[in-house]
């Protein structure tokens, strides 16, 4: 464990960015836990975070608005969540952008259904700015005020692995439902 900690200390950060560009709720949450073990610094990483998720964002928005042929390939079995992102997008507006950060499934999603439109650019930055910086430090943030109480968990986790698979099942299936009853045909 001591070994696996002083790796990821050592090479977080670039771990951190890399995982970032796609997402990096997992990753943003041990580097959280991680600074408050102090193998690393929770400024660093949240600042880390936020410019790479803005990067991946801004980088599947100059696909979708530039290769929309290779990115129409993609949606043709992806109609109705492209449909559901469009429907986010009217009915929410651009907070949409922000709030994406939040919810599992909708980041690439709603990014590349912003970048299929007329939407502009400088527009998207300034809102995904926004939603990668609020994202990184109630995450990041979040990780590191819990990280004793998620530590905590992790060791009951270990003593008793029965738990992490049934916990996967819940939060998994929980994700599951939710997305397909949001996009289901009504």
Excluded: C
């Excluded at 005020?145 to 738990?163: R, T």
């Amino acid at each position: 464990m001591d070994e696996m900690l002083t790796n990821l200390a050592t090479y977080g950060y670039v771990v951190l960015f890399v995982y970032s560009l796609g997402g990096g709720f997992a990753a943003l949450m041990a580097a959280g836990v991680l600074s408050f073990a102090g193998k690393m610094d929770i400024t660093t990483s949240i600042a880390v975070a936020a410019v790479a998720n803005f990067v991946g964002d801004a980088l599947l928005f100059y696909l979708a608005r530039y290769h929309k042929g290779e990115m129409m390939e993609y949606f043709r079995k992806h109609k109705r969540k492209l449909a559901f992102s469009h429907l986010l997008i009217k009915r929410h507006g651009s907070w949409i952008i922000i709030m994406k950060k939040f919810i599992y499934g909708l980041k690439t999603l709603v990014t590349l259904a912003v970048g299929l439109t007329k939407y502009d650019f400088w527009k998207f930055s300034g809102y995904n700015a926004i939603g990668a910086i609020i994202w990184a430090v109630v995450v990041g943030g979040g990780s590191y005020l819990f990280g004793g109480a998620i530590i905590e968990g992790y060791k009951m986790v270990s003593d008793k692995p029965y738990l992490a698979p049934l916990m996967l099942i819940a939060v998994g299936g929980s994700v599951w439902f939710y997305l397909s009853q949001a996009t289901k045909k009504k």
